[in-house]
T-cell receptor
Framework: EAQVTQNPRYLITVTGKKLTVTCSQN?????MSWYRQDPGLGLRQIYY???????DKGDVPEGYKVSRKEKRNFPLILESPSPNQTSLYFC??????????????FGSGTRLTVV | DAKTTQPNSMESNEEEPVHLPCNHS???????IHWYRQLPSQGPEYVIH???SNVNNRMASLAIAEDRKSSTLILHRATLRDAAVYYC?????????FGTGTRLKVLA
């Protein structure tokens, strides 16, 4: 089944403890992206990647890092999480490296709580 | 970056058409208009997209204003399973900008 898989689905952590949220897609998609979803703010783009080893900032990149060493994987790294990064995170992919004229496939989400 | 504006919530009766509006007055000439819907506890799901012309698919229709400053997602016959949050989004070359969504309630 074609899908975007995020792990974990739920995570509670403490301030300052480094964590990684994994994202993997099995559709050979070129483009991948991370979003956070907060009440009243909708979905905001954190980082995106157009291809292996090519990444760029979205609208809210502060406090996050990403890497794209393989086409299928796009992990989101929080080096020193803070409570304001408590949110619902979604990974998404698109078949073309320029996604403007293509739809996204989203993962099921990771609910992160930083205490 | 261009921004989208949507009503917070709408209601519809089952089996009636639903028109969900989106304003995007600052859209650029190359931005595509996309619509997604999100069911509870799931990730957003692609519905439809277009650039200038109206578009139809099995899920919905997309009507785009002639000046492209607004668009409307049309669900032809709402069912209870259509109750969700609907997001309008604009996509430029690499960035996707989502609105805050409209929560659609479908009344039996």
């Amino acid at each position: 089944e074609a899908q975007v898989t995020q792990n974990p689905r739920y995570l509670i952590t403490v301030t300052g403890k480094k964590l990684t949220v994994t994202c993997s897609q099995n559709m050979n998609h070129e483009y991948m992206s991370w979003y956070r979803q907060d009440p009243g703010l909708g979905l905001r783009q954190i980082y995106y990647s157009m291809n292996v080893e090519v990444t760029d900032k979205g609208d809210v990149p502060e406090g996050y890092k990403v890497s794209r060493k393989e086409k299928r994987n796009f992990p989101l790294i929080l080096e020193s999480p803070s409570p304001n990064q408590t949110s619902l995170y979604f990974c998404a992919s698109s078949s073309n490296r320029v996604p403007a004229n293509y739809g996204y496939t989203f993962g099921s989400g990771t609910r992160l709580t930083v205490v | 970056d261009a921004k989208t504006t949507q009503p917070n919530s709408m209601e519809s009766n089952e089996e009636e058409p639903v028109h969900l509006p989106c304003n995007h007055s600052t859209i650029s000439g190359t931005d595509y208009i996309h619509w997604y819907r999100q069911l509870p506890s799931q990730g957003p799901e692609y519905v439809i997209h277009g650039l200038t012309s109206n578009v139809n698919n099995r899920m919905a229709s997309l009507a785009i204003a002639e000046d492209r400053k607004s668009s409307t997602l049309i669900l032809h016959r709402a069912t209870l399973r259509d109750a969700a949050v609907y997001y309008c989004a604009l996509s430029g070359t690499y960035k996707y900008i989502f609105g805050t969504g409209t929560r659609l309630k479908v009344l039996a």
